[in-house]
T-cell receptor
């Protein structure tokens, strides 16, 4: 079990460029989450998929952020027209299911996005 | 809404000292409470979990007890080691009602000096 895999580990973009972050959840996990981590705000929920379907994207900045999960094995977070305030560590997490004892979140190592 | 409060931003201890990290929470639902630990360059990982059915959790020498009366979920360890240096997050999940938005505390950075 390789755990949750996130690529790239580091990404540097210029202001106004697009950034795409990738996440491969643990095989067999049906729930996938994206979080953003900054020193000031801590860990912030962005969005959640269950069985590939988008369930809640209430944490996503509406205009420039989007997330997709085209198949069971990967999810992407896309940020258009990146701004310096988007600089953060973006964490992907997956869980086996939801409810009961199956709700432990397993996080990837994160992608550190730096917008210059 | 649900909330979690961790007051201590940073704790510095010497090896073999006692660790206590304060966490209080607020929810109108049925909480599952977690402590996650994050080492440098890694994502958070589960340290221990407690539900309303079992009031106490322990792992790797760490213990946490859920107290519904005081709505607290403090983390303790009798004797810390340098390898315990990390950031510790108290996390609230109101999972029985389907609220999947884990609420993370602000985190407590533990530095253990050899």
């Amino acid at each position: 079990n390789a755990g949750v895999i996130q690529t790239p580990r580091h990404k540097v973009t210029g202001k106004g460029q697009e950034a795409t972050l990738w996440c491969e959840p643990i095989s067999g996990h049906s729930a996938v989450f994206w979080y953003r981590q900054t020193i000031v705000q801590g860990l912030e929920f962005l969005t959640y998929f269950r069985n590939q379907a988008p369930i809640d994207d209430s944490g996503m900045p509406k205009e420039r952020f989007s997330a997709q999960m085209p198949n069971q094995s990967h999810s992407t977070l896309k940020i258009q027209s990146t701004q310096p305030q988007d600089s953060a560590v973006y964490l992907c997490a997956s869980s086996l299911a939801w409810g009961g004892d199956q709700n432990t979140l397993y996080f990837g190592a994160g992608t550190r996005l730096s917008v210059l | 809404g649900n909330s979690v409060t961790q007051m201590q931003g940073q704790v510095t201890l010497s090896e073999e000292e006692f660790l206590f990290i304060n966490c209080t929470y607020s929810t109108t639902g049925y909480p599952t409470l977690f402590w996650y630990v994050q080492y440098p360059g890694e994502g958070p990982q589960l340290l221990l979990k407690v539900t309303t059915a079992n009031n106490k959790g322990s792992s790797r020498g760490f213990e946490a007890t859920y107290d519904k009366g005081t709505t607290s979920f403090h983390l303790q360890k009798a004797s810390v080691q340098e390898s315990d240096s990390a950031v510790y997050y108290c996390v609230l999940g109101d999972l029985n009602t389907g609220n999947y938005k884990y609420v993370f505390g602000a985190g407590t950075r533990l530095k253990v000096i050899a």
